[in-house]
């Protein structure tokens, strides 16, 4: 029976395309994947990542601060994302990790507001502060033509000495209803101005005691239920545009051990079943090494997309780590399509979650 629903959904996917019901197979796989631009602050030195974002095989890109001119960056970083979405019709997310404090692309040094860290934030425990901050960062990001900002993180600092989230100032608070109030206030000002949040990084990285940009952090023996909370709130209150999943093993939550990112349990059965969540869910960079040294290149990207995963980050960021052109990621989805290891239902879904999110930027604009 399965193998029959299996063909029929196949059929009935290839009459929508055939019939314009639906964008080609390679527009669809191609919605579904973000990339670096490169180390430079333009893309004339970059002619690949041009043609793919022509043939619709770029759905996403990401910005660091080496794409930030030195001089006249407000200027220069308007015409590179203005460049960005004149490719092609369709509308590319442009985003960046704009936190604030020690996660901060656009620095003073190149003209931008100082900005403070959640942690800051959080101890001094004033809302008005915290949508000032917010709204700040938003009318710039709408100004610079970025869409997607990759804030707030809604990690509780479970673990005090948390090399990669509360040592960096990242966390709210200890008390996960402080970190719901705080990143309430940071939705809710990007929504001022346009632009979508992305909590991070589900399901709690708070307590780990390793950073999965080094390799593989298990906190089975230290993450606590509280961790959820501020999903599930927000959830509940719609106050979520998208989430991005953290490379943390949990056994409690997946007993498989698979990292959230490559688990259906983590990103299928409780965010989504059981929290009702629909959205777009991005991956952490692939290129961690949580992932890509445990995993591999095209295990990883099946793996993901059968755990639900909506758009896969490859930065081009992580040292020690091969390159990846957005025509090598595509290519995978697709002969893993051809080999029945991902279903067609499966694009069709991340492309339909993907689609709504940019009618919503659409809309705020």
Same mark, same amino acid.
């Given at each position: 029976m399965k193998l029959f629903l299996a063909v029929l959904s196949t059929i009935i996917f290839s009459f929508q395309i055939a019939y314009g019901q639906l964008d080609s197979l390679d527009v669809m796989i191609g919605q579904m994947i973000m990339t670096g631009i490169g180390d430079y602050p333009g893309i004339d030195q970059?002619?690949?990542?041009?043609? $793919?974002?022509?043939?619709?095989?770029?759905?996403?890109?990401?910005?660091? $601060?080496?794409?930030?001119?030195?001089?006249?960056?407000?200027? $220069?970083?308007?015409?590179?994302?203005?460049?960005?979405?004149?490719?092609?019709?369709?509308?590319?997310?442009?985003?960046?990790d704009q936190e604030g404090g020690r996660v901060?692309?656009?620095?003073?040094?190149?003209?931008?507001?100082?900005?403070?860290?959640?942690?800051?934030?959080?101890?001094?425990?004033?809302i008005d502060s915290t949508r000032f901050y917010a709204q700040q960062t938003s009318s710039i990001l709408n100004q610079l033509g970025i869409n997607v900002n990759f804030a707030p993180d809604v990690d509780v600092a479970v673990y005090p000495e948390n090399p990669v989230i509360t040592k960096l100032g990242r966390s709210f608070s200890d008390n996960e209803k402080v970190v719901v109030r705080h990143a309430r206030q940071v939705i809710k000002g990007h929504r001022e101005y346009g632009v979508v949040t992305t909590l991070k990084h589900f399901p709690g990285h708070g307590s780990s005691h390793a950073d999965?940009?080094?390799?593989?952090?298990?906190?089975?023996?230290?993450?606590?239920?509280?961790?959820?909370?501020?999903?599930?709130?927000?959830?509940?209150?719609?106050?979520?545009?998208?989430?991005?999943?953290?490379?943390?093993?949990?056994?409690?939550?997946?007993?498989?051990?698979?990292?959230?990112?490559?688990?259906p349990y983590i990103i299928n059965e409780i965010l989504r079943d059981t929290y009702g969540y629909q959205g777009v869910v991005f991956s952490d960079d692939m290129q961690m090494h949580a992932i890509s040294s445990e995993y591999g290149f095209e295990e990883s990207i099946v793996l993901a997309i059968n755990a639900g995963i909506d758009i896969l980050m490859f930065c081009n960021n992580v040292p020690g780590n091969e390159r990846r052109s957005a025509t090598e990621i595509h290519s995978v989805i697709k002969r893993a399509i051809e080999d029945n290891k991902v279903s067609t239902d499966r694009i069709s879904q991340s492309y339909g979650r993907i689609q709504k999110l940019k009618k919503q930027i659409d809309s705020q604009e």
């Open positions: 970059n002619e690949q990542l041009k043609k $793919e974002i022509k043939k619709g095989y770029i759905g996403g890109v990401i910005l660091f $601060e080496k794409n930030i001119a030195k001089s006249n960056s407000k200027t $220069e970083l308007i015409k590179l994302t203005t460049e960005l979405q004149s490719i092609d019709e369709s509308k590319l997310l442009i985003g960046i901060n692309r656009l620095k003073q040094k190149y003209g931008f507001p100082k900005t403070v860290t959640a942690q800051y934030l959080g101890q001094i425990d004033n999965s940009h080094l390799g593989m952090a298990d906190v089975t023996k230290y993450w606590e239920y509280r961790e959820l909370t501020p999903y599930r709130r927000l959830i509940q209150e719609e106050q979520v545009d998208a989430i991005m999943s953290a490379h943390i093993v949990n056994k409690h939550l997946d007993p498989s051990g698979y990292p959230a990112t490559l688990s």
